[in-house]
């Protein structure tokens, strides 16, 4: 009875902890009065537009911040281009907004403490032309109080280094991928971790102490993660009072597998192959692998984001099961996700990976393996580019990779 009644105040709790999530997510956008007059456009750039379109999202007068790529030449470029380099775009946000509301001038306020102007061609982790910082002018009038305002922080900066970002004439701005827009909103989790894990703000406030911008936002942000953190705790300890039991992560796929053959695609052989499905015992393992590989690998874990040895890795080759060798990816299916893990928008084959629900956190969600050892590679989810819209987000110690000519 105890049980029971302690489980129906947790249930309680659930309500109450959803309840503060929908709030902390509805009182961000707030309905406000019509816009007067003519609205206007500013396109601005400060390396990953992800992190530039929150700052701008609250400002009264503000209408729409859209991200996308401008200042190159290839018409309609994707994500994939432009985070590759060579296009000549930069990744920036266009917005609008009611000048009778929000001055241009204060925009760019809010811009330059937002951003690294001392650095060209960079934008914190994030490094290459596609992330300089740029002020894209469309009128006369926005070039004078441009060159005014880089004049002005000039002048008063807080930091030593010279003011490098770019004035340049605003050519057509090309609208990002619609997974991209309102990024830190529908991925909050994911990410604070990449704008920690890049070093963004820490060196915000290396430049600009207490001016440093996004702080109202990024207060907002560590309440949504400490409310997803407190439903994980409140959800694991339901599942316990009513009785469910879930497996130890990585037991189904180390502990459970069975011995036979198994259809793979070789990329030595360019076809398809019979092998034995690889089962060894968690002992086995341990000596066969490093301690993070295994944990990974054998105990479902998760490196930390940024730290692999292959998140940023751009050179031609396949990318294999560490456990077995079994090939999972190629070089030319890989792209630039952002989230710090290699990402790939489909298998070398879907014969060479299984998939099952993992229901470990607070969301379900799509767990990858491995078709010829069970070992634990990472997850898929439907935000990826085309042409399949999945992103395979695995883990580096999970996986070694093997160049080709």
């Known amino acids: 009875m105890k049980t029971l009644m302690h489980c129906s105040y947790l249930i309680l709790a659930l309500f109450l902890v959803f309840s503060v999530a929908d709030n902390a997510s509805s009182e961000s956008k707030k309905p406000g009065a019509p816009p007067s007059g003519t609205l206007e456009k500013a396109a601005l750039a400060g390396g990953c537009f992800w992190c530039m379109e929150a700052p701008f999202d609250q400002i009264p007068g503000v209408l729409s911040v859209i991200p996308g790529y401008i200042g190159g030449k290839k018409k309609n470029p994707t994500y994939n281009e432009v985070s590759a380099g060579g296009t000549g775009h930069a990744e920036a946000v266009q917005i609008v907004y009611d000048p009778t ?62 003011v490098v970002t770019e004035i340049t004439p605003a050519g057509e701005f090309y609208p990002a991928e619609e997974y991209h827009r309102h990024y830190y909103k529908k991925n909050p989790i994911r990410y604070a971790y990449y704008r920690n894990g890049c070093g963004r703000d820490r060196r915000l406030k290396e430049l600009w102490g207490s001016e440093a911008g996004h702080s109202t936002r990024k207060r907002r942000q560590r309440m949504r993660i400490f409310v997803n953190l407190m439903f994980i705790m409140l959800f694991a300890t339901v599942i316990a009072c009513t009785g469910k039991t879930t497996q130890a992560p990585g037991t189904a796929a180390s502990g459970s597998a069975q011995s036979g053959k198994v259809k793979l695609y070789s990329a030595t052989t360019k076809g398809y192959i019979m092998s034995d499905k690889v089962v060894k015992s968690p002992g086995e393992w341990r000596t066969l692998l490093t301690p993070e590989q295994y944990h990974v690998s054998r105990e479902q874990g998760t490196e930390q984001a940024f730290t692999g040895d292959t998140w940023n890795n751009h050179e031609v080759g396949i990318y294999q099961c560490v456990c077995c060798g079994n090939d999972l990816y190629r070089s030319e299916h890989k792209y630039e996700s ?26 379900r969600r799509t767990e990858v393996l491995c078709s010829r050892c069970d070992a634990h590679l990472g997850h898929v989810f439907d935000d990826g580019p085309k042409p399949t819209g999945l992103r395979y987000c695995m883990n580096s110690a999970a996986m070694k990779f093997v160049k080709t000519p």
Do not use: M
Not at 340 to 348: D, H, L, M, T, V
């Open 101 to 162: 509301k929000i001055s241009y001038e204060k925009l760019l306020a809010v811009y330059w403490h937002n951003i690294d102007p001392t650095v060209k061609d960079r934008q914190f982790c994030d490094t290459g032309n596609q992330y300089r910082s740029a002020i894209f002018y469309t009128t006369d009038d926005q070039r004078r109080i441009a060159e005014q305002s880089r004049a002005a922080l000039e002048k008063h900066k807080p930091f030593r280094e010279p």
């Open 338 to 363: 952002g989230t710090g893990w290699p990402s790939f928008w489909q298998p070398i084959a879907p014969e060479n990976i299984t998939t099952r629900a993992d229901n470990s956190l607070f969301s």
